[in-house]
């Protein structure tokens, strides 16, 4: 049904007000260049040209005005506040009803209405005498299908519409018809109660399953305990009640927070990046491929893979891929590995033509997880002035560019590797991706590198078939990526955040001792024995400590050739051991228990013991680029820094271009082979 629309006309009839005054156009000549107005406050006549009223008309100074009466020309009708459309059905027909029988008495001649002819009756065929403004009033309820009024019905509808000069008074309100059934306001009180109730904990249970539980007969049962004397309602009012709620607070109560959040979704409304690194997207997941130990080729499972991707250009400036479960461990060796230049890549991928983006972002959005709200990434966020946002739980379209790239990386990349996992209802029943699986850690970073700088970077995508590299170029010319100044403020900004104690002995930290020349003047300002924060970086060889005074100071460890190189996972499995068997964690004993660790792994590696402990062998000797890349310069190369020739081989070669062997802690088994 079109919307009532109200049209009006330089013309007799039609009321005008200029300013504060109503005035009634009274005459008008053929031509239509004179216009005489009647003002109907002081009865004075004025006269204007239909120019210079248009002229008042688009300054805003003349609008049309409708006044209901016998002066009322017949054509022009009240405008409703409500569109017709917007009306529930039955108060729309009832509407179009009225207006119908209105226009057709008003289309009689003055005069004529009470004039009395002889008509046939639709009804019964018979002739019957009765007025024309009768008559008139049951031809329009027969075509609109009604049974016919009365005229007296006609002129109440007419003093409606005068009265509130809008047509949708002529809808009436049928509301209060009928016998409503009593329910004492206690019990009605309790009844909403009950319903807001139940909203709230249904609203409340956000995890994987929960569903909505308010049915009428739970709430009636509840209400029952409550008010054992009272008349309860029946179970038809309780479901009445619940179409009333909100759809959002009926879907949560009937299906769940999950699934109503889902159903009422709506796309991000997240400020538009204007240049690269204004927004970037984090998330973490479990890479579908399974990847092997490059010494005995035997498969450690599927890696981790966290990585940031920016919103603009929809390029990714950094990852981390390895066996380090999801924490703040991998957040912070993806940011490091996207906020540092990637120059290495000449050297160590000399067959790499195109090239990866870095800098650091002004924005993170961060999944909700308690390693993204813990303090290691809020210090760094802080340090480098970087604004942290966190995205809902299960609300994959708030980061929407790095979900798209996990589909993105499966299909263009993961699909066509030897040890791809596949869905178990896709998966054939020869198909076995543990002994398919040929690609060790190393060689997959490198084919991630080479992917993402040579084939993602460079392909057109989008309606204007632009590069990421292309719009990465785009969004630096306005605002060039910024960089960290040296080395050691990386080490610093990246570090994982812990606590630990300094004493005479040092800063104690997981059971090893730092020192520092300045450590002596601190205990004596400050105290004997004080708590400060830690930070540790890619190794165990140094740390940075924070005490009272807010400065960050760095600091060797005292078995400085036991924790150089060393991940903190591994230091703790080797720590453990050496207390469990030697029940001391003295230089000696680490020592010894790391090699024992290192025997056990060669042995256990072959004889694959399952997945879950392949896996967990990998994590202990830091497979991953958390190690490959643990020298990643502020200028982009890698090179060893006061390495310790108990971790590092002066001789190892560099295999094919690819990162150093002797960088991954489980090859270092290499030396001990080339000297049996």
């Known amino acids: 049904m079109e919307r009532q629309v109200r049209r009006f006309a330089f013309e007799v009839g039609t009321y005008v007000q200029i300013e504060e005054r109503i005035l009634l156009i009274t005459l008008v000549n053929p031509s239509h260049t004179a216009l005489t107005l009647l003002d109907q406050h002081d009865r004075s006549v004025v006269e204007y040209s239909q120019e210079e009223l248009e002229a008042l008309f688009e300054e805003g100074t003349l609008r049309f005005v409708s ?9 022009i009708r009240p405008r409703s506040s409500e569109p017709l459309s917007t009306m529930p059905d039955k108060e729309r027909v009832r509407v179009e009803l009225r207006l119908s029988v209105i226009k057709a008495v008003d289309s009689l001649g003055l005069g004529t209405h009470s004039e009395r002819i002889i008509v046939t009756d639709p009804a019964t065929g018979e002739k019957v005498f009765t007025s024309r403004i009768q008559n008139a009033i049951n031809e329009a309820c027969y075509a609109a299908g009604q049974k016919p009024v009365t005229v007296q019905t006609y ?24 016998r409503k059934p009593y329910l004492d306001p206690v019990v009605e009180i309790k009844v909403q109660q009950a319903l807001a109730t139940a909203v709230e904990v249904s609203r409340a249970q956000t995890h994987l399953g929960a569903r909505g539980r308010i049915t009428p ?128 890549m000449r050297k ?98 490198r084919i991630l590198h080479h992917w993402i700088a040579d084939r993602y970077m460079q392909t057109p995508t989008g309606v204007f078939r632009r590069s990421p590299a292309e719009k990465w170029a785009e969004g630096i010319s306005s605002i060039p990526p910024t960089f960290l100044p040296s080395v050691e403020e990386a080490d610093l900004v990246f570090g994982i955040l812990r606590e630990g104690t300094l004493d005479h002995r040092g800063v104690r930290y997981e059971n090893l001792f730092y020192l520092s020349d300045e450590m002596v003047e601190y205990r004596r300002l400050h105290g004997v024995s004080i708590s400060v924060d830690v930070k540790v970086g890619p190794h165990m060889g140094r740390i940075y400590w924070r005490g009272p005074d807010g ?29 469990e068997v030697f029940r001391s964690d003295k230089l000696e004993a680490l020592l010894e228990s790391d090699r024992q660790l290192k025997e056990i792994a060669r042995a256990a590696l072959p004889m694959q013991l399952g997945l879950k402990r392949q896996k967990r062998i990998a994590r202990a000797f830091g497979i991953g680029t958390e190690t490959l890349l643990s020298n990643h310069q502020t200028d982009g190369k890698l090179e060893c820094r006061n390495q310790s020739p108990a971790h590092f081989s002066e001789t190892a070669a560099e295999d094919d271009g690819c990162l150093p062997r002797q960088k991954l802690r489980l090859t270092t088994f290499d030396t001990e082979r080339r000297g049996e």
Request: proline share 6%; net charge negative; with cysteine.
């Open 155 to 178: 002129y109440n509808w007419r003093k409606l519409l005068s009265e509130n000069e809008d047509v949708s008074a002529l809808a009436g309100n049928f509301g209060n018809r009928g």
């Open 348 to 445: 160590h991928y000399p067959d790499i033509r195109g090239s990866m983006c870095a800098g650091i972002p002004r924005s993170i959005t961060l999944d909700n997880g308690l390693s993204q709200h813990g303090d290691t990434i809020q210090s760094a966020a802080k340090d480098l002035s970087i604004d942290i946002r966190y995205a809902p739980p299960y609300r994959a379209w708030f980061k929407g560019a790095v979900e798209g790239m996990h589909e993105t990386l499966n299909r263009l990349l993961l699909e066509d590797q030897a040890g791809y996992v596949l869905r178990p209802q896709d998966q054939p029943s020869e198909y076995d991706p543990t002994t398919q699986a040929c690609l060790g850690v190393r060689q997959f970073v």
């Open 67 to 75: 006044f209901v009466g016998e002066s009322l020309d017949v054509r």
């Open 217 to 344: 007969k739970k709430i009636i049962n509840s209400l029952r305990q409550e008010l054992p004397e009272e008349k309860l309602p029946s179970p038809s009012y309780i479901h009445q009640k619940i179409q009333q709620l909100p759809a959002y607070d009926r879907a949560v109560a009937q299906k769940g927070a999950r699934a109503a959040d889902n159903q009422f979704r709506m796309a991000s409304r997240a400020e538009k990046p204007t240049a690269c690194l204004d927004s970037v997207e984090y998330d973490e997941t479990r890479l579908k491929l399974v990847l092997v130990d490059e010494e005995f080729g035997i498969p450690l499972g599927s890696p981790y893979l966290s990585w940031y991707v920016d919103r603009y250009s929809d390029a990714p400036p950094g990852f981390y891929v390895g066996y380090e479960p999801m924490s703040d461990v991998s957040t912070m060796a993806a940011l490091r590995h996207a906020c540092l230049p990637k120059g290495y």
């Open 551 to 579: 400065a960050w100071r760095s600091a060797d460890a005292d078995l400085y050739e036991y924790a150089w190189g060393r991940t903190l996972h591994n230091h703790k499995l080797v720590r453990n051991r050496a207390l």
